[in-house]
């Protein structure tokens, strides 16, 4: 559901499969036992950089014999798709990588996941055997059109194991893009939002993981991210999830503080989205918010200029080369959950604020009636860098904590 700067907004793992019976192979060598019921976990590393060019990605082999596909990594969506040459006059993106080919792998409209997956208006499921076509809309004016297919994910488990996993995901052969950015250089989308079609779920159905995924996010281009149980650090904040009808991972309600005064903006429902590059407010509290930030600048020596990056952005009394630079100008700002005891979404300066090649700061956080977004609050990669989010799908609950994240998780 993401704004993503870089292309697609929320955009994101692709798991496949080329039978319509879900099948976990292994590998010969570490095969388990016969009837081990096996519970794994998966670690991928992730790369990307907010400032440069606003992508986080990771990488999955599809196919058999495996071929590698670099994937837009998104919480707010449920599919997961790449670029697939299906069709004489499909419309592709630039991408790293060539195109997923299909091999007759196409699933139909009978298939158990094809009703959890967008139909385009022009391609209903009329009949059983009819394809299972799919379409995902993003909020940032990119779409993705495509068929179902099932094909081999291969994957390395943390305990050791080869899984060869037979996924059902998305073969994108129309992507279309007119947003003000350019779209991002990836080879499709990893959704992981909690829908049937998305990998975590599927994962689940297989007996592979529990329905549980996690990523941490460095600012230094490197991370993770995670499907099944790995260790978690003590200390982790926990919050229920929000019902809501997207599939969103969202929290509320919260209030948002600039600082120890009066909250900026009260009772907020928040997503937390890895396909958005920035964060997003409704208009109230993003006004309110801006004023609170401004007035805690009076007196001091910032600037509001016109950088061409962002809409607000500050000059200093001299140009800024690091984020480090400007905390002692900047407050921390809190999301605090009431009805959840000790529970604060901390934001400091680097988590809302962009160094551009200028030497300005600008304000990663946007109004979200620019984006269309209503009375939605995104919370994007910008404010979840240097920070471990957990997401448990079987607890309905939301778990994060600060945590440097440019090394692996031990075992991976």
């Not at 998966?42 to 992508?55: M, T, Y």
């Not at 299909?102 to 009703?115: I, Q, T, V, Y």
């Not at 499907?227 to 926990?238: A, K, N, Q």
Request: with cysteine; proline share 8%; charged share 15%.
């Amino acid at each position: 559901m993401g704004d993503r700067r870089k292309g697609w907004p929320s955009m994101a793992v692709i798991f496949l499969a080329l039978f319509l019976t879900a099948q976990v192979c292994f590998s010969a060598a570490k095969q388990p036992p016969v009837g081990a019921k096996l519970q794994s976990s998966v670690v991928l590393p992730v790369q990307g950089d907010i400032n440069r060019n606003g992508a986080l990605y990771t990488t999955i082999h599809i196919g058999n014999p495996p071929k590698p596909y670099i994937l837009d990594i998104d919480t707010g969506s449920d599919l997961t798709w790449v670029q697939c040459a299906a069709a004489r006059n499909a419309k592709l993106l630039k991408g790293p990588n060539s195109p997923y080919k299909p091999k007759n792998n196409a699933l139909f409209c009978k298939d158990p996941l094809c009703p959890f997956v967008e139909k385009p208006a022009n391609y209903p499921c009329e009949a059983p055997n009819d394809q299972c076509d799919y379409q995902v809309d993003y909020a940032d004016s990119g779409s993705s059109l495509g068929v179902l297919v099932r094909d081999y994910f291969t994957l390395k488990s943390t305990n050791g194991h080869d899984l060869k996993l037979s996924l059902a995901f998305g073969c994108g052969y129309d992507q279309e893009f007119s947003g003000p950015h350019p779209p991002p250089y990836v080879d499709g989308v990893l959704g992981l939002a909690n829908g049937r079609s998305s990998i975590v779920s599927q994962l689940k159905g297989l007996g592979v993981t529990r329905n549980v995924f996690g990523h941490c996010f460095g600012r230094q281009g490197k991370g993770f991210i995670f499907f099944g149980d790995v260790p978690l650090p003590s200390g982790l904040v926990w919050a229920p999830m929000f019902p809501n009808p997207g599939n969103h991972y969202m929290l509320g309600p919260a209030d948002l503080f600039v600082s120890r005064d009066a909250p900026a903006a009260t009772s907020l429902n928040v997503v937390f989205d890895s396909g958005s590059t920035y964060t997003y407010l409704n208009s109230q509290a993003y006004n309110a918010t801006v004023s609170l930030i401004k007035r805690a600048l009076e007196g001091k020596p910032w600037t509001v200029v016109n950088d061409g990056s962002l809409p607000l952005c500050w000059r200093g009394a001299k140009p800024v080369k690091h984020i480090d630079a400007v905390k002692n100008s900047f407050s921390p700002l809190v999301l605090s959950f009431p009805k959840v005891k000790n529970a604060a979404f901390v934001l400091p300066p680097e988590a809302y604020l962009l160094v551009t090649p200028r030497g300005n700061v600008c304000l990663g956080i946007l109004n979200g009636a620019d984006a269309n977004l209503g009375n939605l609050n995104v919370i994007g990669d910008i404010s979840l860098q240097d920070k471990l989010v957990v997401y448990d799908n079987e607890r309905r609950m939301i778990g994060w904590a600060s945590k440097y994240c440019n090394k692996l998780p031990a075992g991976a």
